[in-house]
């Protein structure tokens, strides 16, 4: 038996799941925390890698690994191969500033032109305007910039600073791929290339290419969807990994006509789609997938931990939340709950915080807060099924991911929320599982077809009152 491992290293853990190369077939897995917060210093991110190969026992008889990981993130290394400063991840919306900044230099329609996004706190360029800014010190100490994928790839392969690795603080050996590059805004989809006078303007400094002759901040060199990175220092065959999402997509195999809802810490609704996508608003970000096409994207920051947030509120765990919601009717009585708990993304307001609208004497119940929970999450991801729809994509079926989407109540509001069929895949790591379709791309040069388990289909039964409710309180 041939096996190939994939790698989740997302914002709350990192998963390893090892499978047969001809079927898929899972043959174990392991996973290990990561630590809370917005800045995390990402050598705790290696040793959770370590610690979830060893988990999943380790990787000895795999033949190919690849690693998808949380996009954006900002890892900034100096000459010697030294973490500068703490990783600022995606939901870090300290740089929201920053991206007014770029923007208001380029302007917002010339950005979607060139790499297909438009700057928002999320996304790594306007981290690094950010550091510039805020940090001149450490912004002149980057002699490269990774991101989280791309960090962990380089270390795997055994680079790293001298004292931590056999082959030493090799920058011009750092790589990426296109899924995860197309959310730095300075690479872009369309034109496959780096838009050097963009990272310029967010770092205040000239970026080149890693592995190209010249004095530039290096900058991870972009693979193909199946090109391999390198090896191990023990010979195993390293992937060339991928954005979380991007790795989402290939785990499911997500073709054309399937729409992606992700309940996770972040929300996401993606598709797969054969030509790039721009959107001068901003809204739907034109990602690379990690397979040769386009992931038109939204990403809203207040997803799962909404309804974490309410449940510990009202003293419930996530079944006795679902056995409330269920108790009270489509629209909870009015009830709206607007989940801006982190700020948000989609729509663009990092400074905004939660409220709750539409309570009475008679609405104020714990079942209608419940519903009104799950109501507002999923009301803030079908804006963003709108939004990708209005920028040309058009679904068959919506593939409902994320733990949250077992929950019964969740899958149960989703079909009077969303106006599209809903399939729930079974449970699975689908990120890591991605990583493992690409390490096998990479070991066999041919993509592999594995299966798709579902483990519901919920029947349509929209009810507009939900959105109506919504829309009235979330200003769109």
């Known amino acids: 038996m041939t096996l190939v491992a994939g790698v989740d290293s997302s914002t709350q853990s990192c998963k390893v799941v090892v499978r047969d190369l001809e079927t898929g077939a899972l043959v174990r897995s392991g996973r290990a925390a990561h630590p809370d917060g917005t800045e995390v210093d990402p050598a705790t991110w290696w040793t959770a890698l370590q610690e979830a190969i060893a988990s999943a026992g380790g990787i000895d008889d795999v033949d190919a690994i690849s690693i998808a990981g949380q996009q954006h993130g900002m890892v900034v290394l100096d ?46 360029a306007t981290k690094l305007r950010w550091l510039r800014d805020a940090e001149p010190a450490n912004a002149a100490r980057v002699a490269a910039v990774a991101l989280p994928h791309d960090w962990l790839t380089w270390r795997l392969r055994g680079y790293g600073p001298a004292d931590e690795s056999p082959l030493g603080p090799d920058l011009d050996a750092l790589t990426t791929d296109r899924s995860d590059a197309s959310g730095t805004a300075y690479w872009g989809a369309a034109s496959g290339a780096y838009d050097f006078e963009l990272f310029e303007l967010a770092l205040g400094r000239a970026g080149r290419v890693a592995g190209t002759p010249g004095d530039g901040v290096v900058l991870p060199r972009v693979l193909g969807p199946s090109e391999p990175a390198g090896r191990t220092p023990s010979g195993v065959l390293v992937g060339p990994g991928a954005g979380d999402n991007a790795g989402a997509a290939l785990g499911l195999g997500a073709g054309d006509g399937d729409v992606v809802v992700s309940i996770g810490t972040s929300g996401t609704v993606f598709a797969v789609t054969e030509s790039p996508v721009t959107d001068p608003g901003g809204t739907v970000a034109g990602f690379a997938d990690a397979g040769g096409l386009s992931l038109p994207l939204i990403a809203t920051l207040n997803a799962a931990r909404v309804l974490s947030s309410i449940a ?129 791309w990479a070991l066999t040069g041919t993509r592999p077809a594995w299966p798709l388990e579902l483990s519901n289909e919920v029947a349509p039964d929209y009810r507009p009152i939900i959105r109506e409710q919504y829309a009235a309180y979330a200003g769109i």
């Open 79 to 124: 000459s010697a191969g030294h973490i500068v400063r703490d990783a600022l991840l995606w939901n870090d919306t300290r740089s929201a500033r920053a991206a007014l900044d770029l923007i208001e230099a380029v302007g917002a329609a010339e950005y979607a032109r060139r790499v297909g996004v438009v700057p928002v706190a999320s996304f790594t």
């Open 312 to 440: 510990t509120l009202l003293s419930a765990d996530h079944d006795s939340l679902a056995t409330l919601a269920l108790e009270a009717e489509p629209g909870a009585g009015g009830v709206v709950l607007v989940p801006y708990f982190e700020g948000e993304r989609t729509p663009n307001l990092p400074d905004a915080t939660a409220s709750i609208h539409g309570l009475t004497i008679a609405s104020t119940r714990p079942e209608n807060l419940a519903r009104a929970a799950i109501e507002g999450m999923l009301c803030g991801l079908a804006d963003g099924l709108d939004a990708v729809r209005a920028a040309g994509v058009r679904e068959r079926r919506i593939l409902l991911i994320g733990g949250a989407a077992q929950n019964p109540a969740v899958a149960a509001v989703a079909a009077q929320v969303f106006d599209a069929p809903i399939v729930v895949p079974s449970p699975g790591e689908y990120v890591a599982d991605g990583g493992a379709v690409q390490a096998a």
